[in-house]
């Protein structure tokens, strides 16, 4: 069971690793650098304010799911709230600080970056689903909505770009969408899956604030030493030079993500193992 979660995991995160080069290069050739650092600058900061929001809450999730299978229902009921109440303030602090943030960009790239911030409820929603079903050890599920993503990002782009329709507004617009389906399997997943009540729970709301935050400096650290370079050149440099940057460093994300596959995979059976 543990290396088909580890082959099922390894070759997933394979395929979104090939969607988000076709993407990147696609994105590149129609949008030319510029284009493509204004999209890269459109896209980043929701997403690090998505992390933010977040707690290190879904790997909490994915620990205690495993541990404790009885807390599913009061763990789905309070990702529902959390989106409600965390998510939606968030978005609200990203859509006023977002424009202080990416220094000087035309209206186009500022609108555009505060529009794509509805993205970190959905994010969030998602991720909080994700880390459920991966305690579960529900990896088929997960490996669906994570391709969902992707696969919808990447069809989406060959198609615009064919009928030369790839711009920043039709990538935001696409990335918004491909988020939504995304956490609309996980929602369903999670429903034929594990059917869940609703239960919010103060109690299992600290348990999980308290693994999560623990967890969270390592999770901001790494975010850090990986992304370090883009946040501080979307606040400096030109939107050309941002863009070509951002397409010669998408290789090396290659083994970043192929490394955490074990990890995904095992994580979750380490914790079911344990007595409490």
Not at 18 to 30: C, D, H, Q, Y
Not at 47 to 71: M, Q
Not at 192 to 200: D, G, Q, T
């Amino acid at each position: 069971m543990l290396t088909r979660n580890i082959k099922l995991v390894f070759s997933t995160n394979a395929l979104i690793l090939s969607s988000s080069v076709v993407t990147s290069l696609l994105s590149a050739w129609a949008l030319g650098p510029g284009g493509r650092g204004d999209l890269m600058i459109v896209l980043m900061w929701p997403g690090i304010f998505a992390l933010v929001a977040e707690i290190g809450l879904p790997t909490a999730y994915r620990f205690w799911t495993a541990k404790e299978p009885e807390r599913i229902s009061a763990l789905f009921s309070n990702a529902v709230l959390l989106t409600l109440l965390l998510g939606l303030g968030m978005f609200g602090l990203a859509w006023f600080g977002i424009p202080i943030l990416i220094g000087h960009r035309s209206s186009e790239v500022i609108l555009l970056a505060q529009i794509y911030a509805v993205v970190v409820p959905v994010t969030l929603f998602t991720d909080l689903v994700r880390g459920i079903l991966e305690g579960a050890r529900r990896f088929h599920w997960v490996a669906a909505i994570r391709l969902s993503l992707f696969g919808v990002q990447g069809v989406s782009y060959v198609a615009l770009w064919f009928t030369g329709r790839l711009t920043i507004s039709t990538a935001t617009y696409t990335m918004i969408a491909s988020l939504a389906i995304s956490a609309l399997l996980a929602l369903i997943a999670i429903m034929v899956e594990l059917k869940p009540r609703w239960e919010p729970s103060f109690s299992d709301l600290k348990v999980t604030l308290r693994y999560g935050v623990r967890d969270y400096p390592g999770v901001l650290t790494e975010f850090v030493n990986w992304r370090l370079d883009l946040m501080m050149l979307v606040g400096m440099a030109s939107s050309a030079a941002v863009g070509l940057y951002a397409v010669a460093v998408r290789l090396s994300d290659i083994t970043t993500l192929l490394a955490s596959s074990v990890g995904d995979a095992v994580m979750p059976e380490v914790a079911a193992s344990k007595k409490r």
